[in-house]
Each structure stands twice: as C-alpha cells, then as structure tokens.
Nanobody, 125 residues
Framework: QVQLVESGGGLVQAGASLRLSCVASGRTFSSYAMGWFRQAPGKERDFVAAITKSGDFTDYADSVKGRFTISRDNAKNTVYLQMNSLKPEDTAVYYC??????????????????WGQGTQVTVSS
C-alpha cells in the first residue's frame, strides 16, 4: 500500500504560478504510475496529468497542455505539478493518484487505486 499527501495549494491571482507536491509513503514509489486529477465544485473529477513509473513519458489534458508540467523524483518519493499561467477555470481541489498495476500512464480515474486527500487551488480573476 501507499499513502499520498498533497501540498502546495493556495489562493493566487490569474497568471500566477503554483507548484503542487505529492509525497508517497513506502519504499516502492518508483513502481507506481502517478496522476494528477482535479475536481471543481459541482463537477466530476477530471484528469489533469500523468507520468510513468520512470518519468520517461508524460500526458496532459488539453486544457492544461503547455501551462502545467508533471514530474517526479523517485529518490524523494514525490510527484510534482508545476502550474503556470493559472486561470480562474483552474480553480479546483487537486488530487494525486497512484497505481502499480499497469505500465505506461493512464487518464482514467478507475485505474488508480490510491488517492491523496486533495489540496485546494483557487485562482482569482
């Protein structure tokens, strides 16, 4: 099992940047594919970004491509989401997710077995 703890959220103005972090417990972090998802009030949880176990491949939702960057440091058991040029529509609770059962990366919520508690990101106009 793995436990995930997100941090780095906050209230920022449009155009600002934030970096989210997700620290995983355990000694097998490098065997987990990781993803970031977000959920705005009254909406479903949506895919944001994903990264493979080794970090050699990343995938992004069209809405964040070119503005967000996912990365991981397996030595620190941490996955990051660098968010630049933030927009009010990026306001949501951001969750990191992990799973070791598949190779590659995934955009599907159902493929991730482990989830963090979420961190709030609010972007004002």
């Amino acid at each position: 099992q793995v436990q995930l703890v997100e941090s780095g959220g906050g209230l920022v103005q449009a155009g600002a940047s934030l970096r989210l972090s997700c620290v995983a417990s355990g000694r097998t972090f490098s065997s987990y594919a990781m993803g970031w998802f977000r959920q705005a009030p009254g909406k479903e949880r949506d895919f944001v970004a994903a990264i493979t176990k080794s970090g050699d491949f990343t995938d992004y939702a069209d809405s964040v491509k070119g503005r967000f960057t996912i990365s991981r440091d397996n030595a620190k058991n941490t996955v990051y989401l660098q968010m630049n040029s933030l927009k009010p529509e990026d306001t949501a609770v951001y969750y990191c997710a992990a799973d070791r059962r598949f190779s590659g990366s995934s955009r599907m919520l159902s493929t991730y077995n482990y989830w963090g508690q979420g961190t709030q990101v609010t972007v004002s106009s």
